[in-house]
């Protein structure tokens, strides 16, 4: 069946510094590929999308590419802020959503 | 636009006991998704709805079960409570397409005691 595997975190960066959250999936067909985000005490919001191969989905400084030859969607951002500071969730859609396990980043100032 | 809303914000309850958490999703979004969140088993999905009837299922006993209005509406059920029902609840609203995003409410967080 589906699934997403995400890097294990917590991760943990100075501000300023480049970010990267690793994530594969396994799926059959040609999902929907999705980042989302959870502050503490919240749900969950979309961070960004993309819908087909090489699709490239960005949103507040943060860029993932959708590759299906390495069924990889890697989270990117050049220059994070204390502010990132949350769990990300990388996730694909067929059908139902199927989330990968979270990423939380801590960014210190 | 309003978002997804989910009532109560937070509940308690009793082992034992049943509770009934629900979902208004976004104006002209027909499919409701609901999902557990827990620090052991992250996030898992519970059932989702589309028009009325249910699409799709997960995992999970038959205590849990929800239904969805012609408003597009939706409530969870969960009945003789355990321990391990407490969690976050979250529910999601998409509209018909299978590939497209799901926005999520606050969610309910349900203590059970």
């Known amino acids: 069946g589906n699934s997403v595997t995400q890097m294990e975190g917590p991760v943990t960066l100075s501000e300023e510094a480049f970010l990267t959250i690793n994530c594969t999936y396994t799926?059959?067909?040609?999902?929907?590929l999705f980042w989302y985000v959870q502050y503490p005490g919240e749900g969950l919001q979309l961070l960004l999308k993309?819908?087909?191969?090489?699709d490239k989905g960005s949103n507040k400084g943060f860029e993932a590419t959708y590759r299906k030859e390495t069924t990889s969607f890697h989270l990117e951002k050049g220059s994070v802020q204390v502010s990132d500071s949350a769990v990300y969730f990388c996730?694909?859609?067929?059908?139902?959503?199927?989330f990968g396990q979270g990423t939380t980043l801590q960014v210190k100032p | 636009k309003a978002g997804v809303t989910q009532t109560p914000r937070y509940l308690i309850k009793t082992r034992g006991q049943q509770v009934t958490l629900s979902c208004s999703p976004i104006?002209?979004?027909?499919?409701v998704s609901w999902y557990q969140q827990t620090p052991g088993q992250g996030l898992q999905f519970l059932f989702e709805?589309?028009?009325?009837?249910?699409?799709n299922k997960g995992n999970f006993p038959g205590r849990f079960s929800g239904r969805q209005f012609s408003n597009s509406r939706s409530e969870m059920n969960v009945s003789t409570l355990e321990l391990g029902d407490s969690a976050l609840y979250l529910c999601?609203?998409?509209?018909?397409?299978?590939?497209?995003?799901?926005?999520f409410g606050n969610g309910t967080r349900l203590t059970v005691t």
């Open positions: 996730a694909l859609r067929g059908g139902k959503l199927i």
């Open positions: 799926a059959t067909g040609y999902p929907s």
């Open positions: 993309a819908t087909k191969a090489d």
């Open positions: 104006s002209g979004h027909r499919s």
């Open positions: 709805y589309f028009s009325e009837t249910q699409r």
């Open positions: 999601a609203s998409a509209n018909r397409d299978l590939n497209s995003p799901l926005h």
